[in-house]
């Protein structure tokens, strides 16, 4: 797909239907678990004749809405309680999907955008660059373009020894270092992952391996670093 440079609750809040209209109107469904980053975007959205019929402020809700409610648009958070953003994207990809899935978020835009392009997401935006750009991803992914401006920008000057460590995580190993900073036990990442405990371990001890952490306050300071946590 070609590229372009463009410049909470914890429950779902689900909005009753509105009148049939002959012409039709875009759906949407908003993933996110600040509530002001809820209200922005609905509005957003709103303005630009996009109908937003549903919020949801964990990632496992979302996923179940999106896959229930099939939007044409979704907006997502990369982190939120329970499962990711980046989970949520791949899993419904896997499902079938093929809403417009914009992920939206102000962490790692480089490490997390690549991790979302992977997965399947149309476009990434982050929230240090303004919401607006929401539209222009969207507009992007309608003229059949994915949306990730600043990997273009990435390519040109300097990458950092800890960005190309940050590259060489697998999927896995993300899902593994997302758990992990979020206080997570390795037993509850295998029942969470479906895998047993060895594996999460190998996982866990190649990421560290691979970021060069000899321990979880090092593994911290280093997400801290690069906007990973």
Do not use: W
Request: hydrophobic share 40%; charged share 20%.
């Amino acid at each position: 797909m070609s590229q372009i440079n463009e410049s909470t609750e914890s429950n779902c809040k689900l909005r009753g239907g509105g009148n049939a209209h002959s012409t039709r109107i875009d759906t949407a469904i908003i993933i996110d678990d600040h509530p002001m980053a809820m209200l922005a975007l609905e509005t957003l959205l709103n303005k630009n004749g996009i109908d937003v019929i549903n919020k949801c402020g964990q990632g496992e809700e979302g996923l179940g809405q999106l896959l229930k409610m099939r939007p044409d648009i979704a907006i997502i958070d990369i982190d939120m309680p329970g499962i990711s953003g980046l989970e949520v994207i791949g899993s419904a990809r896997i499902a079938g999907l093929d809403s417009i899935l914009i992920a939206f978020s102000a962490k790692n835009d480089v490490f997390y955008g690549k991790k979302c392009l992977a997965t399947g997401a149309n476009g990434f935006v982050s929230k240090k660059n303004g919401i607006d750009n929401i539209i222009g991803a969207i507009n992007a992914a309608r003229n059949g373009y994915s949306y990730f401006p600043f990997i273009l920008n990435s390519f040109v000057g300097h990458i950092s020894s800890e960005e190309t460590k940050i590259e060489s995580l697998s999927e896995q190993e993300v899902r593994v270092l997302h758990y992990l900073l979020k206080g997570m036990s390795i037993g509850t990442m295998a029942q969470t992952m479906k895998i047993n405990v060895k594996t999460v371990s190998t996982y866990k001890f190649r990421l560290m391996q691979k970021l060069d952490c000899s321990s979880l306050i090092e593994l911290v300071n280093f997400a801290a670093r690069n906007n990973i946590t």
